[in-house]
């Protein structure tokens, strides 16, 4: 959710920006089998935005979330 500036009602750019990117990552990365540095492989089972580590995953069949940084491969 993109919460409107109170002046104009319109979303903050860099917000709108932040989320475009966050979608096109989504389209690149959800469903596809990555290799993590660890050794784990899956599947991308989704993303989002973490305020410590930034953009973040799930693998599918876990309730683990792990920064991308960690994808070694996919």
Do not use: Y
Not at 18 to 43: C, P, Y
Not at 46 to 65: A, M, T, V, Y
């Amino acid at each position: 959710v993109v919460h409107a500036d109170a002046e104009s009602e319109m979303p903050h750019p860099a917000a709108v920006k932040i989320i475009s990117h966050l979608h096109e990552a989504e389209r690149d990365l959800v469903n596809k089998t990555v290799q993590t540095f660890s050794g784990t492989f899956g599947v991308i089972a989704e993303l989002r935005l973490d305020d410590h580590h930034g953009l973040c995953f799930r693998l599918k069949n876990s309730d683990r979330w792990a920064p991308v940084s960690t994808i070694k491969e996919f």
